[in-house]
């Protein structure tokens, strides 16, 4: 079972960039496919990123297409999300998550998850 950590939330202005960590241990990352997603306040939970586990296949929610970035590192044992040009509406919690998916799959779908970390804020302000 892996465990996942997530890091480098913060709060920054509109237009600023953040760049969030997920750290997993337990196992090695490159048995899972990873995704980003993130839940505002009132709202559920949303997918925002996803990667597979070569990394050659990557997929984007429409509102973040162009503007982040999702990344991995297998021999670190990383994923990372690189936002720039945020935005107030960016404004959530951010999680990471793994799923043990086939090489080239990247799910974009939280059912399709099965380990989630605890996730990190991110506030954009206007």
């Known amino acids: 079972q892996v465990q996942l950590v997530e890091s480098g939330g913060g709060l920054v202005q509109a237009g600023g960039s953040l760049r969030l960590s997920c750290a997993a241990s337990g196992r090695t990352l490159s048995s899972y496919a990873m995704g980003w997603f993130r839940q505002a306040p009132g709202k559920e939970r949303e997918f925002v990123a996803t990667?597979?586990?070569?990394?050659?296949?990557?997929y984007y929610a429409d509102s973040v297409k162009g503007r982040f970035i999702i990344s991995r590192d297998n021999a670190k044992n990383t994923v990372t999300l690189q936002m720039n040009s945020l935005k107030p509406e960016d404004t959530a919690v951010y999680y990471c998550?793994?799923?043990?998916?086939?090489?080239?799959?990247?799910?974009?779908?939280?059912?399709?998850?099965?380990?989630w970390g605890q996730g990190t804020q991110v506030a954009v302000s206007s």
């Open positions: 998550a793994a799923e043990p998916a086939s090489w080239h799959i990247a799910p974009a779908h939280e059912y399709e998850y099965d380990y």
């Open positions: 990667i597979s586990r070569s990394a050659i296949s990557t």
